[in-house]
């Protein structure tokens, strides 16, 4: 189960919004569930300042002692939340692309050394 917590400013947090968030936020949960310790913040604003985009969602995970941001402006708030929460899971896919990469690697350069370790013998 992934803990967070879900603030509104100038915008009430109704049971549809909460369950849409968390509905949203399973996309990014594949990549969180291994950290039992996950914490994510959620932040939803309604702005007039702006003109077009008035609508804000803002994401924040702390994970592994990493922590991932996305932050995005929409016409409504469940846009503003799909392109949020889509900016997040590309982070999160981005950092375990990474480190499978670099484990690989790691992994190939070993098999290379033990390789020449036997033709050596």
């Known amino acids: 189960m992934l803990n967070y917590n879900i603030k509104g400013t100038q915008v009430s947090v109704s049971e549809e919004l909460r369950a849409y968030v ?3 936020l399973g996309h990014a949960a594949k990549f969180l569930e291994a950290d039992p310790t996950t914490h994510v913040d959620v932040e939803l604003e309604f702005s007039q300042v702006r003109d077009g985009a008035k609508y804000r969602a803002e994401f924040t995970a702390e ?3 990493a922590l991932y941001r996305a932050d995005c402006w929409g016409t409504t708030l469940h ?3 799909d392109l949020a929460v889509g900016e997040l899971t590309g982070e999160l896919r981005k950092n375990k692309t990474k480190k ?3 484990l690989r ?3 190939l350069r070993v098999k290379e050394f033990v390789r020449g370790f036997r033709e050596n013998i």
């Open 63 to 65: 994970a592994s002692g």
């Open 22 to 24: 968390e509905r949203a």
């Open 79 to 81: 846009e503003a939340i």
């Open 105 to 107: 690697r790691g992994a």
């Open 100 to 102: 499978l990469h670099f």
